[in-house]
Nanobody
Framework: EEQLVESGGGLVHPGGSLRLSCAAS????????MSWLRQAPGKGPEWVSG????????RYADSVEGRFTISRDNARNTLYLQMIDLKPEDTAVYYC?????????????????WGQGTQVTVSS
């Protein structure tokens, strides 16, 4: 069974940092591009960042460029999102999502390819 389990969310002050992790199992993680998505209260899901299967190519939404860094450890089947200089507008549930190939993807895939999410709240 394919599974994605996010962790690392929490409550942080504006300007703070968090590192999210996504543990993958049940599929060939090292052969799949991955992305981070987020969904704020009352809004639709938003693509945040993507990485290709070997980690050589990354992309970011304009809203997080320069503040977030996506990375992966294929030996550990784990995806990461390092977030710095967090802002209240970053408050959302963050999800990792699996691609269908090794090629990076820059869109929100179907819900069945997401994990269960981890809450990030940025507030003073």
């Amino acid at each position: 069974e394919e599974q994605l389990v996010e962790s690392g969310g929490g409550l942080v002050h504006p300007g703070g940092s968090l590192r999210l992790s996504c543990a993958a199992s049940g599929f060939a993680f090292s052969s799949r591009a991955m992305s981070w998505l987020r969904q704020a209260p009352g809004k639709g899901p938003e693509w945040v960042s993507g990485i290709d299967s070997d980690g050589g190519l990354t992309r970011y939404a304009d809203s997080v460029e320069g503040r977030f860094t996506i990375s992966r450890d294929n030996a550990r089947n784990t995806l990461y999102l390092q977030m710095i200089d967090l802002k209240p507008e970053d408050t959302a549930v963050y999800y990792c999502a699996r691609g269908l190939s090794s090629r990076i993807f820059l869109n929100v895939p179907i819900r069945g390819r997401w994990g269960q999410g981890t809450q990030v709240t940025v507030s003073s």
